[in-house]
């Protein structure tokens, strides 16, 4: 069974800094594409960043400059550096990892639980 857990998030102040984590363990062959969305109260969820298994990057617009994101592949472990946090970045922010869990299988979406960011003074 594929898990991918979340960790770092948290209440920050404006201006702030925090890095979230995601780790994707179990039955895995590889993992392709990894990404961050995030969902805040009554709007649908959006793609924050993305990073393909070559590492090439994108972001939202309104993160471009401030979010980084980065990957581990030896870790399967995918990172979302956040600076310059500003009170509309608050959201429930989820990792993404399009998953093959065997050499004949077929590229599936994993999601994982979600983790609560707050940006307020």
């Known amino acids: 069974q594929v898990q991918l857990v979340e960790s770092g998030g948290g209440l920050v102040q404006p201006g702030g800094s925090l890095r979230l984590s995601c780790a994707a363990s179990g039955r895995i062959f590889r993992i392709n594409d990894m990404g961050w969305y995030r969902q805040a109260p009554g709007k649908q969820r959006e793609l924050v960043a993305g990073?393909?298994?070559?590492?090439?990057?994108n972001y939202e617009d309104s993160v471009k400059g401030r979010f980084t994101i980065s990957r581990d592949n030896a870790k399967n472990t995918v990172y979302l550096q956040m600076n310059s946090l500003k009170p509309e970045d608050t959201a429930v922010y989820y990792c993404?990892?399009?998953?093959?869990?065997?050499?004949?299988?077929?590229?599936?979406?994993?999601w994982g639980q979600g983790t609560q960011v707050t940006v307020s003074s």
């Open positions: 993404n990892g399009k998953l093959v869990v065997t050499s004949r299988a077929y590229e599936s979406d994993y």
């Open positions: 990073i393909t298994r070559g590492l090439w990057t």
